[in-house]
């Protein structure tokens, strides 16, 4: 594997779920497969437990581990092309990653969206950069458009909790009052289609500007709508409760105290998964 940005890249699912769970049953008994290899994990914005899972995971497999934040220790790093190199950035992001993978045998990238213009984010440059230039294994922190270590966080966790070979799962919404990036929701709604669950996305009843993300759904069964405690009440096993925002209303976060204005525009909060079990 050469990359993993998305639920395509990781092969078989239920082999890498039967995997997840045989390193849960005992997380150290692979502590020779990284001896001698070292994990580069560097981050663009900030992050608490996928820096410390991953990191803790790599150091399980006996890995060495060097953790790099760029803009606090590191030069600042130029990631567009063609630019003047005038300002504050000391070197070009082109120039450094051959740098960084000849320290490293895989690197794991965080880069969010910038949420100023969509097609720039869904280009994805910063990662694709990494995977292009770095002659080493990339996979993704969470980047522009997908996250894929929490969905298959977020799967591992059903397929452990499960009372049926295919459950319902819920994504659904909750009110916020900043706009936020897509990366979770795109990707959990790739991973739960690929695992072929019963997978319902609710939403607001005014969500004409919710489905830019459709995209990520091109080829599965899916369903959209808008009626949650219909769905949550029909034998549903996970809801999903997530937070993105639409690039069409970035910048206007007038929030009444109740919330109402935030949903009606479509903004939505922090991504849960919560368990819902009825018989």
């Known amino acids: 594997m050469r990359k993993f940005t998305d639920v395509t890249d990781i092969g078989s699912l239920r082999q890498a779920v039967d995997e997840a769970?045989?390193?849960?049953?005992?997380?150290?008994?692979?502590?020779?497969?990284?001896?001698?290899?070292?994990?580069?994990?560097?981050?663009?914005?900030s992050s608490l437990?996928?820096?410390?899972?991953?990191?803790?995971?790599?150091?399980?497999?006996?890995?060495?581990?060097?953790?790099?934040?760029?803009?606090?220790?590191?030069?600042k790093l130029e990631t567009e092309r063609g630019v003047i190199m005038d300002g504050d950035k000391a070197e070009h992001l082109l120039e450094a990653i051959p740098v960084m993978g000849s320290y490293c045998d895989i690197i794991g990238v965080r880069a969010f969206a910038g949420l100023k213009d969509r097609d720039e984010d869904y280009r994805e440059r910063v990662i694709s950069q990494f995977i292009h230039h770095s002659g080493c294994p990339v996979f993704s922190m969470e980047a522009a458009t997908r996250h894929p270590l929490q969905s298959f966080a977020d799967l591992i966790t059903i397929e452990e909790f499960k009372t049926v070979e295919r459950p319902k799962v819920v994504l659904t919404w909750a009110p916020?009052?900043?706009?936020?990036?897509?990366?979770?929701?795109?990707?959990?709604?790739?991973?739960?289609?690929?695992?072929?669950y019963d997978f319902v996305i609710t939403h607001p009843l005014d969500s004409k500007k919710l489905f830019?993300?459709?995209?990520?759904?091109?080829?599965?069964?899916?369903?959209?709508?808008?009626?949650?405690?219909?769905?949550l009440a029909v034998g549903c096993l996970g809801n999903h409760q997530t937070a993105f925002g639409?690039?069409?209303?970035?910048?206007?976060?007038?929030?009444?105290?109740?919330?109402k204005a935030v949903h009606e525009?479509?903004?939505?909060?922090?991504?849960?998964?919560?368990?819902?079990?009825?018989p």
């Open 49 to 75: 437990r996928t820096r410390l899972s991953t990191q803790k995971a790599a150091m399980n497999l006996g890995m060495n581990v060097i953790v790099l934040d760029v803009n606090q220790g590191a030069w």
């Open 21 to 45: 769970f045989e390193i849960k049953r005992d997380r150290f008994a692979h502590t020779d497969l990284g001896k001698n290899h070292t994990l580069l994990m560097i981050f663009f914005n």
């Open 265 to 278: 525009k479509g903004v939505v909060g922090e991504a849960h998964l919560l368990f819902i079990h009825h």
């Open 176 to 196: 916020h009052p900043k706009a936020l990036p897509q990366a979770v929701p795109n990707s959990f709604a790739e991973w739960m289609n690929a695992a072929d």
């Open 246 to 259: 639409f690039y069409d209303c970035i910048g206007d976060n007038h929030v009444a105290s109740d919330g």
């Open 212 to 231: 830019k993300f459709k995209q990520f759904l091109k080829g599965f069964k899916h369903a959209f709508e808008n009626d949650l405690r219909r769905n």
